[in-house]
């Protein structure tokens, strides 16, 4: 094993990355299929009381606490047993899901396939970054993290429009069961067969690199939770930045349903929000490799929360969508440079973890901001309490990040 044998770079491994940017991208397909037609007929499709918004926002807690603790698995996994495994794993683990929401008899079912979604996406989406990190230099990680979004947000913006017209043309339960098959099988044939395992990129770069102690789980847990306050900072903003997310997941849906949109037009609104925030990290990521990651992070934050906000103080399609795509904008630029200043910070011997914490604590804010913007909308009677809780949490997060925060941009 040489660094000649493994040479690093985005045109040295031009092939086994794109590989890698098609898997990110079905798996934004994969979470993208639940994202339009789920919410907005939960009632009428899954028998879900009105006004529940805690139980409706159950499948998202859920799907939250189980990526994040993937997260957190598969990055340690990974370095034992190498990636490609794990990602292959990872779309076994989704097989089921498909047929689960077609043959659903009740919401119970949904928040059960939510939970293998949550499997899936945190062992594939963990391991398609950390492979294209694996493959890539040091100065070119803003490039890499902002093309990984790209793709996997791309791909949720499309699948939540596509899956609204297969709705309307096919029924809900039969166009959701036709994409989430083709799009599952479809990332389980190329990772079996055409993907090739990194780690030992990653074992080349840390013998080239200045040596390190190797450290263990829990001491990287330490690090990025609250040691380093840089690290720390940049976790307690991903987790809030998760928030939106879950917002446009669960609350988008019924509150532009509510107002009188069709399925295909809340999936335009919905996918603006993905469209605007994935292409826009093609130049986000790039950016924040030459004027570095932490401004980029902070204003993301409030931008991101502004268009949260802006979207309960106005009426009509075209405001909503526009209010989604500012909402899109902030997250391109806080989404890729949060992980790419983890990267930063990380040696390779211990990056690969470093990755799976943050996205531990990034998508159990899933978990945190569904429950919280349920008993916000809950307790105030109306569903825009929730717009709010989390437009004021996306703007004191930005101010702790700001403070505790610094440049990590290598020179």
């Keep these: 094993m040489t660094a000649i044998t493994h040479q690093f770079g985005i045109v040295e491994n031009r092939s086994q990355f794109v590989h890698q940017l098609v898997q990110v991208l079905l798996v934004g397909f994969a979470i993208g299929m639940t994202r339009t037609v789920v919410p907005a007929l939960a009632e009428s499709e899954f028998g879900l009381e009105r006004g529940s918004f805690v139980l409706l926002s159950a499948f998202v807690i859920a799907f939250g ?13 990974s370095e034992r047993i190498g990636r490609k495994k794990v990602l292959v794993l990872g779309w076994l683990v989704a097989l089921p899901i498909p047929v689960m929401i077609a043959l659903a008899p009740d919401w119970n079912w949904i928040v059960a396939a939510t939970v293998l979604l949550g499997v899936n996406q945190g062992l594939c989406w963990s391991m398609a970054q950390t492979s294209k990190l694996d493959l890539t230099r040091a100065n070119q990680r803003g490039v890499v993290i902002g093309l990984n979004e790209f793709a996997g947000y791309v791909g949720v913006a499309l699948a939540g429009i596509i899956t609204g017209y297969a709705a309307t043309i096919m029924g809900p339960r039969e166009g959701l069961l036709a994409f989430g098959l083709i799009v599952i099988g479809l990332g389980l044939f190329l990772s079996a067969f055409f ?7 990653a074992h080349a770069e840390a013998k080239s690199a200045a040596a390190t102690a190797p450290l263990s789980t829990w001491q990287v847990f330490t690090l990025m939770s609250w040691r ?5 900072a940049i976790s307690q903003a991903g987790l809030v930045e998760k928030f939106v997310d879950a917002l446009v997941w669960v ?3 019924v509150f532009l349903f509510s107002r009188g949109l069709s399925l295909p037009e809340i999936g335009w609104v919905v996918g603006m929000y993905g469209v605007v925030w994935g292409g826009s990290q093609l130049v986000t990521g790039p950016l924040s490799d030459k004027v570095g990651r932490h401004w980029p992070n902070v204003l993301g934050m409030w931008i991101c929360g502004a268009g949260v906000a802006m979207m309960v103080l106005g009426e009509g399609i075209a405001w909503w969508s526009f209010s989604a795509a500012v909402s899109g904008l902030g997250m391109a630029l806080l989404y890729p440079n949060l992980s790419a200043a983890v990267a930063d910070i990380a040696a390779p011997a211990w990056r690969g973890s470093a990755i799976g914490i943050y996205r531990f604590w990034r998508d159990l804010g899933y978990a945190i901001g569904a429950l919280g913007f349920a008993l916000a909308a809950n307790l105030m009677g109306q569903i825009e309490a929730a717009f709010w809780f989390v437009a004021v949490a996306m703007l004191v997060s930005g101010l ?3 403070v505790w925060g610094e440049e990590t941009r290598p020179h």
Excluded: E, M, Q, S
């Excluded at 993907?195 to 990129?201: F, G, H, S």
């Design 228 to 232: 380093d306050r840089r690290l720390a």
């Design 65 to 77: 606490v189980v990526k994040g603790v993937l997260n957190f698995v598969a990055g340690r996994l």
């Design 400 to 402: 702790v990040l700001l």
């Design 195 to 201: 993907v090739r395992d990194t780690l030992p990129w």
């Design 251 to 253: 609350i988008y849906p």
